[in-house]
């Protein structure tokens, strides 16, 4: 890709800079004190595709759908390294903030939350575009 073609696929969006920012303050919070059978292992990992979503939204100019597909893909690919025991691999196995980050465990549930995680935040992005005004979202980059 050419460089020029490069630097136009960046942006700079401070609305979702901010929600990305917040969503990974809960997922930190999740991680360090949520010791459950549902929020930490199914809606952590929901909120997880949601955040890097955001991220990718923040400093791209991604439209939702391939933003949504691209944190779908860096979900799966964590699984994947999950899979293939990863941290094991790179000899990070008692690294306890890589094993938050990385996950430790395969799960084929995990991947129908990142799914889930994906759809939500497009169909969060299309109710969001339904209601904004032109200059609310020139406002707040969103």
């Not at 990974?24 to 929901?46: H, Q, S």
């Not at 549930?109 to 759809?119: E, I, K, P, Q, V």
């Given at each position: 890709?050419?460089?020029?073609?490069?630097?136009?696929?960046?942006?700079?969006?401070?609305?979702?800079?901010?929600?990305?920012?917040?969503?990974?303050?809960?997922?930190?919070?999740?991680?360090?004190?949520?010791?459950?059978?549902?929020?930490?292992?199914?809606?952590?990992?929901v909120l997880a595709v949601i955040l890097v979503y955001l991220a990718l939204?923040?400093?791209?100019?991604?439209?939702?759908?391939?933003?949504?597909?691209?944190?779908?893909?860096?979900?799966?690919?964590?699984?994947?390294?999950?899979?293939?025991?990863?941290?094991?691999?790179?000899?990070?196995?008692?690294?306890?903030?890589?094993?938050?980050?990385?996950?430790?465990?395969?799960?084929?549930?995990?991947?129908?939350?990142?799914?889930?995680?994906?759809?939500?935040?497009?169909?969060?992005?299309?109710?969001?575009?339904?209601?904004?005004?032109?200059?609310?979202?020139?406002?707040?980059?969103?």
């Amino acid at each position: 890709m050419a460089p020029r073609r490069r630097l136009a696929m960046l942006s700079w969006r401070p609305g979702y800079a901010l929600a990305a920012l917040f969503l990974l303050l809960v997922e930190v919070a999740i991680a360090l004190w949520v010791r459950d059978n549902f929020v930490r292992p199914y809606l952590g990992d929901v909120l997880a595709v949601i955040l890097v979503y955001l991220a990718l939204r923040a400093v791209t100019t991604l439209r939702p759908v391939p933003a949504a597909l691209a944190a779908l893909a860096v979900g799966v690919v964590v699984e994947i390294g999950q899979a293939i025991d990863l941290l094991g691999l790179l000899n990070l196995s008692d690294n306890r903030v890589a094993r938050i980050v990385l996950g430790s465990s395969f799960g084929v549930g995990d991947l129908f939350c990142y799914a889930a995680g994906a759809a939500i935040a497009v169909l969060a992005e299309q109710a969001r575009k339904r209601t904004a005004t032109p200059q609310r979202e020139k406002k707040h980059g969103f």
